[in-house]
């Protein structure tokens, strides 16, 4: 299939860490882009990364089908960038947020003649996982290869960058608390993919016809034990934090018991669905496309980029003038 020229393209969730990058990605191609989210005004800084009038911003539900047939009408692609770590109540259910609106989405694109389609999906998607996360995931990726058999699928593994989740979430721990946890004894294994390498591999996916139909699972240049990783963020931070192993057996009914913090729309440090995934290594399958196959070949790494940003967890932040121990 052709490579497809720069038109429209609608970015669901196109305001979150991975979808900002994206929007940078796909602006200095040249597409027009509309990003539709709950509340537009909260995603306004966007604005900024494309040229005056190249992006615009949409209010969409996505659990509404009018509101997604709206976003997506005159759109040439669509990228469904929508998930959440954690569940929940209702609207923020796995599997309303991640198999109901993966499947409107990929309805109203194919009624709408929109020509290329690319679903965000994760590492660890399976049907059989024992994670409800993995299971959704994977059951998006259903839904989608369904109504739109030419869907372009990526499966990135732990995300890293400025504004992540993960390194972000340890060295603020490590912060305040003088233990962190060895979840499992720190023994699975990430492939840590850099945001901005996420980014050019969904502008890559909506563009090259080569990638139609296909799935792809996007991991960095190093892999990295859960111990390793925490080794990284006690050494950036200066923080020399006890590493303490915490039993999976350990790990579940804490997890349990800290997802109920949710129910007050507070984000969990850690739910049992998260323990279940770190029983499984988070790296890219032998016979996987991955990056290279989109082209993307000088992808950044976890150590050369994580000092750049956790700096700011050090005794002294940035005037430190090596971290503090």
């Known amino acids: 299939m052709a490579d497809l020229a720069p038109g429209v393209v609608t970015l669901f969730g196109g305001s979150g860490f991975i979808g900002s990058q994206a929007v940078r990605a796909l602006a200095r191609r040249g597409w027009r882009i509309r990003i539709a989210v709950r509340n537009p005004v909260l995603a306004i800084e966007i604005q900024p990364l494309g040229d005056p009038g190249q992006i615009q911003f949409l209010r969409c539900d996505v659990t509404n089908p009018a509101d997604v047939a709206a976003a997506v009408r005159g759109s040439d692609a669509v990228v469904n960038l929508v998930g959440v770590l954690h569940e929940g109540g209702g609207k923020r259910a796995f599997k309303a947020v991640h198999v109901e609106a993966a499947k409107t989405i990929a309805e109203a694109a194919k009624a709408a003649g929109v020509r290329r389609l690319v679903q965000i999906s994760a590492i660890g998607a399976d049907a059989n996982s024992a994670s409800a996360y993995g299971r959704s995931k994977a059951q998006a990726e259903a839904e989608v290869r369904t109504v739109y058999p030419d869907a372009v699928i990526l499966r990135p593994s732990l995300v890293f960058g400025a504004s992540d989740g993960f ?89 349990s018991l800290l997802s109920l913090v949710g129910v007050l729309g507070v984000t969990p440090p850690l739910t049992r669905d998260q323990v279940l995934m770190l029983e499984h290594d988070n790296v890219v399958s032998p016979n996987a496309a991955t990056l290279a196959d989109l082209g993307v070949t000088h992808t950044t790494g976890m150590e050369s980029t994580a000092p750049t940003y956790l700096w700011k967890y050090r005794v002294g932040g940035q005037f430190a003038a090596s971290p503090a121990h």
């Open 167 to 255: 390194l972000n979430r340890f060295a603020s721990m490590a912060t305040f608390s003088p233990v962190l946890p060895l979840i499992g004894g720190g023994e699975t294994k990430f492939q840590p993919v850099y945001v901005g390498d996420v980014a050019e591999a969904i502008a890559r996916g909506v563009i090259r016809g080569d990638a139609v139909g296909k799935t792809f699972e996007l991991g960095g240049p190093s892999t990295y034990s859960f111990r390793e990783i925490l080794e990284l963020v006690r050494r950036e931070t200066g923080r020399n934090r006890l590493l303490a192993p915490l039993p999976f057996f350990v790990a579940q009914p804490l997890g």
